[in-house]
């Protein structure tokens, strides 16, 4: 009674290697290990089970024809930033702020993403020969999480929305979802990969718009 949590743990460590409690905390560590294993599995299940629902997709023209060609629309973000261009020819103030805001936070995405996610966690692509794909695909030279194309696509569609009413709203969350959900059906990358895209986008958007907001 009153003995405090430091106390208990300085006990913890008189204890020698072939005492129980030693033994105790070897086996904390082995769980740990259990618990990512099955993380891993799981997320490879969730992978193997997207990958299903679009094989069934592969191969038939149009759907090949509109995801090989939003996955291209996507590289570096061009499709969002010729919308904001264009928006911006209007003259408005507001959207050549949001054409600027765009195209710094959409940099900043890139190199968050593909500098540094992408460089700590190397997670190796599907393994896709390129005479296997029906269409002309770049292929990226990094590693696969998470997905760039998502991750912009959600900073896209969150920034651009801002510039008009629900029907513009659903357009870009339409536009953003065909971009994300192209790089699984191109096999570029796992759907957990765009998942991670996603959650990353959502976050580095919503950022944005509280740090740098339109006015």
């Not at 993380?39 to 094989?55: G, K, M, P, T, Y």
């Not at 291209?72 to 054409?99: F, H, K, M, T």
Request: with cysteine; charged share 25%; proline share 4%.
């Amino acid at each position: 009674m009153g003995a405090t949590a430091a106390d208990d743990f300085r006990r913890c460590r008189q204890l020698s290697p072939n005492r129980p409690g030693r033994r105790h905390a070897i086996a904390l560590i082995d769980v740990g290990s259990l618990d990512v294993e099955r993380i891993s599995e799981f997320v490879d299940r969730f992978d193997d089970r997207v990958d299903l629902l679009f094989e069934k997709l592969r191969g038939r023209p149009w759907a090949d024809r509109v995801f090989y060609t939003a996955s291209q629309l996507g590289d570096y973000g061009l499709i969002w930033l010729l919308l904001a261009a264009l928006a911006a020819l209007g003259g408005s103030w507001r959207a050549e702020r949001n054409l600027w805001r765009l195209a710094a936070v959409l940099g900043l995405d890139s190199m968050f993403v593909n500098g540094l996610l992408k460089s700590l966690i190397k997670r190796s692509r599907p393994l896709v020969d390129d005479g296997e794909r029906p269409l002309y695909l770049r292929r990226p030279i990094t590693t696969a999480f998470p997905s760039g194309h998502a991750s912009s696509a959600v900073v896209a569609a969150l920034l651009l929305g801002e510039m008009g009413g629900r029907r513009w709203r659903r357009l870009l969350w339409l536009m953003a979802a065909t971009v994300a959900l192209s790089r699984i059906h191109v096999r570029i990358h796992h759907a957990s990969d765009v998942a991670g895209g996603l959650l990353t986008g959502a976050v580095l958007g919503r950022l944005a718009r509280r740090i740098w907001p339109l006015g």
